[in-house]
């Protein structure tokens, strides 16, 4: 398991009533079933609604919510914004 510090924005910022939190992970999964366990269901599922990057990439290019954790990284949860 690796140190990892989590930032949460928008409505899971509101939703775990933090900005950021370090926790001990292995995977974007781990972090994902942290916040199920801490925050709650609603948080959870906010969470995979997200933007999730792992030090400003995008988990998508890599192993998705298999992405390995390693010390010191960040993973952020955005808000996906769309227009036109």
Known sequence: MAQVTIHYRAALAELTGVG????????????LAHIKKTHGALAHKAAKRMLI??????????KG????????????????????
């Open 20 to 31: 950021e939190e370090k926790i001990e992970a292995a995977t974007v999964r781990d972090v």
């Open 53 to 62: 990057a792992v030090n400003n990439d995008s988990i998508q290019l890599h």
């Open 65 to 84: 919510f298999d992405t390995r954790l390693a010390d010191g990284m960040e993973v952020r949860f955005m808000p996906i914004c769309g227009g036109g």
